[in-house]
């Protein structure tokens, strides 16, 4: 979603403090549950793309899986994000896919998620998924680890293309922002 924006743009610091001071009225008591976030960045509960990319991002930084975001998950969200390098973002765009914890993406996380997309390749999800899996999966063991993913990922746009990696997700932040009440 964000990537589709450019890879240069940046969001300014008046913006990024807008977004905390919104936090800080939107949850006085601290904590931002999922459904406040998806309120915030005016998340219609009828696009199903938007809604599981909220909440992949909700859950990816709820690093204490509590079910909420403190203050500071929401700011190291909002640096990664906003000012984090290529590599950073493609870690955190690893654990966005990594829907089990195990530290390595199956067909089926990949497949889930090119599913979710909509492309004009006239290839099918499992096509396009063989095909990433050839293009990365460097010691052929049908599981993706962070090495493979980030190796994969920079060496090859279509591969970065394909898996629509959220490396650059100021786009839709910036984009969204305009909804904020």
Same mark, same amino acid.
Not at 3 to 10: A, F, I, T, V
Not at 45 to 62: C, G, M, N, V
Not at 83 to 90: A, H, I, K, P, S
């Given at each position: 979603?964000?990537?589709?924006?450019?890879?240069?743009?940046?969001?300014?610091?008046?913006?990024?403090?807008?977004?905390?001071?919104?936090?800080?009225?939107?949850?006085?008591?601290?904590?931002?549950?999922?459904? @406040? &976030? $998806?309120?915030?960045?005016?998340?219609?509960?009828? *696009? %199903?793309?938007?809604?599981?990319?909220? #909440?992949?991002?909700?859950?990816?930084?709820?690093?204490?899986?509590?079910?909420?975001?403190?203050?500071?998950?929401?700011?190291?969200?909002?640096?990664?994000?906003?000012?984090?390098?290529?590599?950073?973002?493609?870690?955190?765009?690893?654990?966005?896919?990594?829907?089990?914890?195990?530290?390595?993406?199956?067909?089926?996380?990949?497949?889930?998620?090119? @599913? &979710? $997309?909509?492309?004009?390749?006239?290839?099918?999800? *499992? %096509?396009?998924?063989?095909?990433?899996? #050839?293009?990365?999966?460097?010691?052929?063991?049908?599981?993706?680890?962070?090495?493979?993913?980030?190796?994969?990922?920079?060496?090859?746009?279509?591969?970065?293309?394909?898996?629509?990696?959220?490396?650059?997700?100021?786009?839709?932040?910036?984009?969204?922002?305009?909804?904020?009440?």
């Amino acid at each position: 979603m964000g990537q589709e924006e450019s890879h240069n743009e940046e969001i300014d610091l008046a913006q990024v403090q807008e977004l905390c001071v919104i936090f800080m009225k939107e949850c006085p008591s601290g904590a931002q549950h999922l459904h @406040k &976030l $998806q309120m915030i960045f005016g998340v219609p509960s009828s *696009s %199903e793309e938007e809604s599981l990319y909220i #909440e992949t991002i909700f859950y990816s930084f709820d690093t204490n899986k509590d079910n909420a975001l403190d203050f500071l998950e929401y700011v190291v969200a909002l640096h990664l994000i906003l000012r984090g390098n290529l590599e950073d973002r493609l870690k955190w765009s690893f654990k966005m896919y990594d829907k089990d914890g195990n530290d390595r993406l199956d067909r089926n996380e990949i497949i889930y998620k090119i @599913k &979710l $997309q909509k492309t004009d390749i006239s290839l099918t999800p *499992s %096509e396009i998924c063989d095909r990433i899996f #050839e293009l990365v999966d460097q010691n052929h063991d049908g599981q993706i680890t962070l090495f493979e993913f980030m190796e994969g990922a920079q060496k090859d746009e279509w591969v970065m293309n394909m898996l629509k990696l959220d490396v650059n997700a100021t786009g839709w932040v910036i984009q969204n922002c305009g909804k904020l009440p």
